[in-house]
């Protein structure tokens, strides 16, 4: 073996290895499960998930409500902190169910991809099927991490709609800022491609966790209709609020979505 071919292996095998070493460690480098920031109460509801996991649930309802939000919230939050947006989106006229993620507030088991997706996907069973919420009147939301799972149930179950707020376009490109290698974790963009539901998405052009330039890949690929809010000079964390009113716009447009008949995720 030539010594540029014998450097040439070694190059590959350092490329495969740190590659294999990044997805196998994924879950513990994404997640970031903050200490609880609430107590138990009759408030909290929780179901199972598939693979077992408990998973704290908590619902902000009001009467007679344009539609429901099911809010999968960012990384280093839980339910805690939501009060604030429950309250916004009650006070617009929509009704709310969040929940933890597993190893967050009071869900039980440990943080990761596959555990996400099944969190989310029960508490979507939950509120079809225990709250009796139509399908078509259930608007996903994710913030941040959040889109991950908001994002799987839009290409897995029946939604109205999904909004998008500071999503990246895949976990190993939010350090990167590149596809440096032929597979991925947390890709939004792959599970972007198989919506079919009209799709909003906010984000500052200033966010310095998840680079603008993330939201603009995603805005590519995001299938019609579909609506952006770029909000100049807004970071990672308080997007919403720097966006002010026009925020307020977004869900009217959001709420014309889903009043709209042949509004479908294509499994029909």
């Known amino acids: 073996m030539t010594r540029a071919s014998s450097l040439g292996a070694m190059l590959a095998a350092t490329y495969l290895g ?70 916004r989106l009650n006070d617009w006229g929509w009704s709310v169910v969040a929940y933890d993620y597993p190893g967050y507030g009071r869900s039980s088991g ?14 979507y069973d939950y509120a079809v099927a225990n ?26 179950r029946v939604v109205g709609a999904v909004v998008l707020e500071s999503a990246f376009v895949s976990a190993f490109r939010v350090v990167t800022g590149r596809r440096l290698f032929p597979w991925d974790r947390f890709d939004n963009l792959r ?7 009209p799709v909003a998405m906010v984000h500052g052009t200033a966010d310095r966790t998840v680079p603008f330039s993330h939201a603009l890949r995603l805005w590519t690929e995001a299938p019609p209709p579909k609506r952006a809010l770029w909000v100049e000079g807004a970071d990672h964390n308080n997007v919403v ?27 029909f």
Do not use: M
Not at 45 to 67: Q, Y
Not at 110 to 123: C, D, T
């Open 18 to 87: 740190v590659g294999g070493l990044a997805w196998l460690l994924a879950d513990r480098l994404v997640f970031r499960p903050p200490a609880p920031s609430y107590e138990l109460g009759p408030w909290l509801r929780f179901v199972r998930s598939a693979n077992g996991d408990r998973i704290a649930v908590a619902v902000w309802e009001r009467p007679e409500a344009l539609g429901w939000v099911l809010y999968s919230h960012g990384n280093a939050e839980d339910l805690g902190s939501l009060g604030p947006t429950a309250q």
């Open 110 to 123: 440990r943080p990761s991809e596959r555990g996400l997706r099944l969190a989310a996907e029960a508490v």
């Open 131 to 156: 709250r009796r919420i139509p399908p078509r009147r259930l608007v996903v939301v994710g913030r941040s991490l959040g889109g991950v799972a908001a994002l799987h149930l839009a290409a897995h």
């Open 191 to 197: 599970v972007l491609r198989r919506v079919r539901v």
């Open 241 to 267: 609020e720097a966006a002010g009113e026009r925020y307020r716009e977004l869900w009217a447009w959001v709420q014309q979505q889903i009043e709209r008949p042949n509004t479908t995720n294509g499994r």
